[in-house]
Every structure is written in structure tokens, then in C-alpha cells.
């Protein structure tokens, strides 16, 4: 029979001490997944389904991006930016939809709950992320 291990990368896990594994993942199983996460939410998009958006992981977050089939941005289709979702060291995960006008980034909101970002992202009722 295996006993519970209490130790994690050096650190005493009845500590109180956060082990790596806490930590903000740079590659890994967590962070495919929740790559993964955010590509399998989009599949249920409800703009521009016919195409296939991409998501591409970024230092503190992943970036989305996909070909312009309104060609309100890019006249030939060419492939932009949809959105970014960050997470900041307190876990807050931002997203933020991107200027094409002004070549930046704006944050529309935030929350610990990425589903409810997904979720916001994926409807985009107002035509923000998807233009």
C-alpha cells in the first residue's frame, strides 16, 4: 500500500507552502489543456463558424486568431486578431478584444471563471471580437 506523499518539489505540503504546481504553468499538461479548453469553446462560436480560428499560447496568456470573413479589417482575408485572454499572478484571467484601428489591445472584462469569459467571447452579441 502507497502512503500520501507530503512533500512536493522540496516544499512540506502540510505547510501551507504553494508547490510548483501552483504556479503559473509556461508549458506543460495544464497549460495544453487549457489551450485545449479555449479551442474546444470556440468550436461552439457563434460568428463566423465556417472558418477555423487559431490559439496561440503568449507569455501570460493565449492569443486567438483567425482569417477576416467579413473583410470589415483585412479586404484580402488575411488572417487577425480576435482576442487575448491573460491571467494575472492573482489567477484573474482578462480578456480583451483588439483595436484594429489603433493596433492595440482593450480589455472588455475579467474573471476568475474562464468559462464565463468563453462564454462571452463565443457570443460576442455586440460584434467586438469578431468584426
Same mark, same amino acid.
Not at 39 to 63: H, Q
Not at 103 to 121: G, K, M, P
Given at each position: ?23 503559473? !504553468? &509556461?508549458? +506543460? ?7 485545449? %479548453?479555449? =479551442?474546444?469553446? @470556440? ?31 483585412? !479586404? &484580402?482575408? +488575411? ?7 491573460? %491571467?494575472? =499572478?492573482?489567477? @484573474? ?39
Amino acid at each position: 500500500m502507497m502512503r500520501p506523499t507530503t512533500r512536493l518539489g522540496g516544499h512540506d505540503l502540510r505547510d501551507g507552502v504553494r508547490g510548483p504546481h501552483d504556479a503559473w !504553468p &509556461d508549458d +506543460g499538461p495544464v497549460a495544453d489543456f487549457t489551450q485545449h %479548453r479555449i =479551442e474546444r469553446a @470556440l468550436r461552439d462560436r457563434v460568428r463566423y463558424r465556417y472558418v477555423r480560428p487559431r490559439v496561440e499560447r503568449e507569455p501570460d496568456g493565449y492569443r486567438i486568431e483567425s482569417p477576416c470573413c467579413s473583410r470589415n479589417v483585412d !479586404p &484580402d482575408g +488575411g488572417v487577425i486578431d480576435i482576442a487575448r485572454l491573460a %491571467r494575472d =499572478e492573482s489567477g @484573474l484571467w482578462r480578456l480583451h478584444a483588439r483595436d484594429h484601428a489603433t493596433r492595440r489591445w482593450v480589455e472588455q472584462c475579467a474573471s476568475r471563471d474562464l468559462t464565463a469569459l468563453l462564454d462571452i467571447l463565443c457570443a460576442d452579441a455586440a460584434r467586438v471580437f469578431w468584426p
